[in-house]
């Protein structure tokens, strides 16, 4: 880890209860930081995407954590989301977009793989990468949203 500090991050229990709370917290920074309206609906759905998948996914059969920080990068006019979970390591970049791989009507598919898919449209840049986080290894998920 860098020179970060826990206390810069926000820990909430990976858990359904918790969804609202999580999706909560990271759009006030956004609003606070402030996009357009449009923007900001898209960037909502590609964190439920995410978070979604992590609550459901990450964690077998106990409850973890999810780590959250939102930054904005104000240089360069973006934003910055960081997720981080001690769950099952999972690089959702290697995930491939179903409609490039099955050509068959979207009715004859199997479900799942649209979300990430779209997760990679919403934000400019995702960067994964599995390692410690404060003494034990986890998933980093940096999402990037360009403002403008």
């Known amino acids: ?38 923007a900001e609906y898209k960037f909502e ?35 910055i989301l960081d997720i981080v979970d001690y769950g099952i390591p999972f690089n959702p970049l290697e995930k491939n977009d179903p409609r490039a791989v099955d050509k068959s009507a979207i009715e004859d598919r199997e479900i799942g793989g649209f979300g990430i898919a779209f997760v990679k449209k919403v934000f400019s840049e995702l960067i994964y990468v599995y390692k410690p986080f404060f003494g034990k290894n986890a998933n980093h998920l940096k999402l990037v949203f360009k403002k403008t």
């Open 1 to 38: 880890m860098t020179d970060e500090s826990l206390s810069e991050w926000k820990k909430f229990p990976a858990q359904q209860e918790s969804y609202e709370e999580i999706r909560d917290f990271i759009m006030e920074k956004v609003q606070h930081i402030g996009i357009d309206t449009k």
């Open 45 to 79: 759905l590609g964190i439920e995407e995410i978070v979604v998948n992590i609550i459901s996914y990450a964690y077998e059969s106990e409850v973890g954590d999810i780590f959250i920080k939102v930054v904005e990068d104000k240089l360069q006019d973006k934003i």
